[in-house]
Each structure stands twice: as structure tokens, then as C-alpha cells.
């Protein structure tokens, strides 16, 4: 079972940034696809960005696209989400996922989703 828990969370003016952090426990971390999905109220999911081991890979939603980055510090067991220029449309419950199996791609987990997920963390952004 692996553990995983964001944080970085709050509120912030649009225009501003904020990073989200998220850990996930094990030992094998480092051959653990990552990624980030939101909800925002009276929406379904949406797959934000995705990063693979060895950060070989990463994806972008359009939405975002330009404007965050993803990255990870496999000494820390640790991936990151920099928002920047962020916009009031950004507003929702931001969620970090974990697949131990490795990258099976952005398709795979925009229908699939991935197997471990932590509580969420609101980002609001005002107008």
C-alpha cells in the first residue's frame, strides 16, 4: 500500500503562483509514475500533468500547459506542481496519484486515473 498526501494548498490572488508538494512512501519510489488531477466544483476530474521515473516523460494538459511544471526529488519521495500565472478558473481540489507499475501514458490515466491517491489539497484563485 503506498501512502500518498499533498500539501501546499490555499489561496491566492490570480496572476500568483503557488507549488503543491506531495510524498508518497516506499522504497521504489523512483519507478513510480506521478501525477496531478483536479476537480473543481460541479466538474468531473481532469488529469493535470504527469511525470514518469526518471522524469523521461512529462505531459501537460492544455490548460495548463506554459504555465506549471512538474518535477520530482526521488531523495524525498517527492513530487511538485509550480503554478504559475494562475487564473480564477484554477480554482479546485488538487489531487497527487501515484502508479508503481511505471508510465503507461496520458491517455491511459486520463480514462483510468492511477492506483494510489492522496486526500486532495484546495487551491482557490481569486479574480
Known amino acids: 500500500q503506498v501512502q500518498v498526501e499533498e500539501s501546499g494548498g490555499g489561496w491566492v490572488q490570480a496572476g500568483g503562483s503557488l507549488r503543491l508538494s506531495c510524498t508518497a512512501s516506499?522504497?521504489?519510489?523512483?519507478?513510480?509514475?506521478l501525477g496531478w488531477f483536479r476537480q473543481a466544483p460541479g466538474k468531473e476530474r481532469e488529469l493535470v500533468a504527469t511525470?514518469?521515473?526518471?522524469?523521461?516523460?512529462?505531459w501537460y494538459s492544455d490548460s495548463v500547459k506554459g504555465r506549471f511544471t512538474i518535477s520530482r526529488d526521488d531523495a524525498k519521495n517527492t513530487v511538485y506542481l509550480q503554478m504559475n500565472s494562475l487564473k480564477p478558473e484554477d480554482t479546485a481540489v488538487y489531487y497527487c496519484?501515484?502508479?508503481?507499475?511505471?508510465?503507461?501514458?496520458?491517455?491511459?490515466?486520463?480514462?483510468?486515473?492511477?492506483?494510489?491517491w492522496g486526500k486532495g489539497t484546495l487551491v482557490t484563485v481569486s479574480s
Open positions: 511525470v514518469s521515473e526518471r522524469e523521461d516523460n512529462t
Open positions: 516506499g522504497s521504489t519510489f523512483s519507478y513510480y509514475a
Open positions: 496519484a501515484a502508479d508503481p507499475n511505471g508510465y503507461s501514458g496520458s491517455y491511459y490515466y486520463k480514462q483510468h486515473g492511477m492506483d494510489y
